[in-house]
């Protein structure tokens, strides 16, 4: 076969895998924040950036933009994009400055029956060329759209999760690709499966963010997995008395033997008293639910 004839048909085939890909319908999009807002480094007004972020969706092929009227039973995703900074900083080594600007892109769909949201981040960035406003400005807008494809990628991503199965998530598991890694834990842990506790707790031993680690100990009590409750007694030492109080309603929420005995000491026991009531509280709240579960479990022909 001719090169030439060997190309032409991967075009068409490509082509092909391409339009058999799903399209996602989507609401016009909506730019939130301050960022946005009368941003010299970026000389936009939000209507600019929601242009771009329209234009990137579009150019994915995997998008079908929807009217503004579209009802909501039509199910299509709201995309919400949030610019929480735009910044210039310096590298090691590089006389250079850089333009930075990250981008939060939530995904909402209703009419099921639960609503649907995620939340999809990146982070562009782009070297300043030319040492004068227009050159950072240049710079700031090549490193917007840099993070506008990002978050449009990764949205791909969470969307075609949504349609795979348990098995395929975990093999997505050992993936090289660590936004293909974390769009299948984030799949499999709001499925409850089993896969998603283990690095879930790797990531409550890791976190720093004290936002991704509440998020990560609800998405754990959700799970109602019990292996994490030793995590989270060790991440109770040495922290304030408030997060010290969401620690025990967690521990509380996934129950077990170990949860209880930790709640009993620390009722018995704390040094700080509204440490001790939270414990006090999740005890008794631990114990009612064990007892309405033993007496469905027994049925209604059964005595107390």
Sequence with gaps: MKPALVLASCVVLFGACRSQAPRYPVAPVEVSGSTVKDNALLGLAPEGVATLLTEALKASGRFEPQPEDTPREKRPWRLTLDVPFTREVLKDGDPRSYAEVGGSLTLERFGGDLPQQYEVVGLGEAPVEEDTPAGRQKAMRVALESVLR???????????ALDRSDEALVQDLRADDPPTRSVALRTLAERHHPAAAPLLIDQLKDATDADALRKTMGTLVEMKAR???PVLIDLARGKDFGFVQEIVFAVGEIGGPEAEAYLYTVAQGH???AVQAA???ALDTLYASRKHATAEARGTGHAD
């Design 227 to 229: 292996s994490a409750v």
């Design 271 to 273: 040094d700080v008293p």
């Design 279 to 281: 414990a006090q509280q």
């Design 150 to 160: 990002q978050v449009t990628s990764s949205a791909v991503l969470q969307l075609a």
